[in-house]
Nanobody, 117 residues
Framework: QVQLVESGGGLVQAGGSLRLSCTASRFISIIKTMGWYRQVPGKQRELIAT????????NYADSVKGRFTISRDNAKNTVYLQMNSLKPEDTAVYTC??????????WGQGTQVTVSS
């Protein structure tokens, strides 16, 4: 029913920045959290950032704290991930997630971020 579409990925040099966006196809009234995951082949999927729609409370993985910023625009059904000071280790497929209060998860298709050294 609901589709999440990411954009903003690409190729960037180490030290550069990218801004990812994730927009839902329709308004979801029961979202509990919005977040970003990343995954590379052979590695476990990593939750890197979350935000609550109402209060805007954020949490970050230690690996991205101080470099990445998650934000949201509730009117646009959109969550963002601003990524600064990118490192080659940040190379991954980044996927957004909306979780409802009924523990239903909505996932985006993923967008590739590649950081060259």
């Amino acid at each position: 029913q609901v589709q999440l579409v990411e954009s903003g990925g690409g190729l960037v040099q180490a030290g550069g920045s990218l801004r990812l966006s994730c927009t839902a196809s329709r308004f979801i009234s029961i979202i509990k959290t919005m977040g970003w995951y990343r995954q590379v082949p052979g590695k476990q999927r990593e939750l890197i950032a979350t935000i609550t729609p109402e209060a805007g409370s954020t949490n970050y993985a230690d690996s991205v704290k101080g470099r990445f910023t998650i934000s949201r625009d509730n009117a646009k059904n959109t969550v963002y991930l601003q990524m600064n000071s990118l490192k080659p280790e940040d190379t991954a497929v980044y996927t957004c997630n909306f979780r409802t209060r009924f523990s239903t998860d909505y996932w985006g298709q993923g967008t590739q971020v590649t950081v060259s050294s």
